[in-house]
């Protein structure tokens, strides 16, 4: 599988949020390769009718579906949504300290209506701000997790920025103090760990072979095949972004599990991570 890159880094210009995580974003961008006019324009011809992501992967595969989103994607037809298959949305609340997303409100309540469980994600800037209060910002503005079975879990968003050195400054050991502390008063506020949303790349070179206890995992990897190399000692994952490109707006993800686990994902406030 090609090296995870940053979906920063795969801006789509006419969508109006320029500070997309992208979360969370913000996708992963594949790595263009010039190989002359004729391959070039046969890449374009074969870019116009794009295959499966995933061929045992989709939404009539009998699993759990959904989506997460950001200011990217503006207005939603979450409806359609629901029509393609989609069970459940992440939607891009906050990002570092103060930035809220113009989009969150909308995307949010319009996903609720048309009948998805939804949640929020922050996408961490371990640069610009100690994980407390980044952690309260994420709270004050996505409202945080109730245990009423339509919330999903908050998750924050881990991985690198543009323009920045790809851990944030910070050594292995302080990037695990910061996710740990993040965690840590996400839990003090709503009684659930967030899920960990991240890349094996990423993990691997800022945080080392080290997961927090109990944490569930949102894996990012764009493949043809389910994820089996997973990051830090997480051995088993509650969510994979597997495509960027649809089924579903924004990113397209599955849960790992059945209608069972995903009631106690949603609403068990001791839920048990699968992967740790």
Known sequence: MPRYAPRHLAPAPSLPDP???????????????????????????????PAPVHPTVGPRDGRIHGQDVSGWQGSVDWR???????????????EGRTWVSDAFREQYRGAGRAGLVRGAYHFARPDSGDPVAQADHFLEVSGGWEPDGRTLPGVVDLEAFPGLPANYGLSRQEMRQWIADFSERYRSQTHRRPVLYTNRYWWADCVGEWTLKNSPLFL????????????????????????????????????????????RFVGEVDYGAVGI
């Open 19 to 49: 500070r997309r995580r992208h979360l969370f974003r913000t996708g992963a961008a594949a790595t263009t390769v010039a190989l002359g006019l004729g391959a070039t324009l046969a890449a374009s011809a074969a870019q116009a009718t």
């Open 80 to 94: 359609a949504e629901v029509d393609k298959g989609s069970r459940f949305a992440y939607v891009k609340a906050t």
């Open 220 to 263: 990012a990897a764009y493949s043809r095949r389910e994820p089996t190399a997973l990051p830090g000692t997480w051995w088993g994952w509650e969510l994979w972004q597997y495509s960027d490109r649809g089924p579903f707006a924004g990113d397209s993800n599955v849960f790992f599990g059945t209608e069972e686990q995903f009631e």
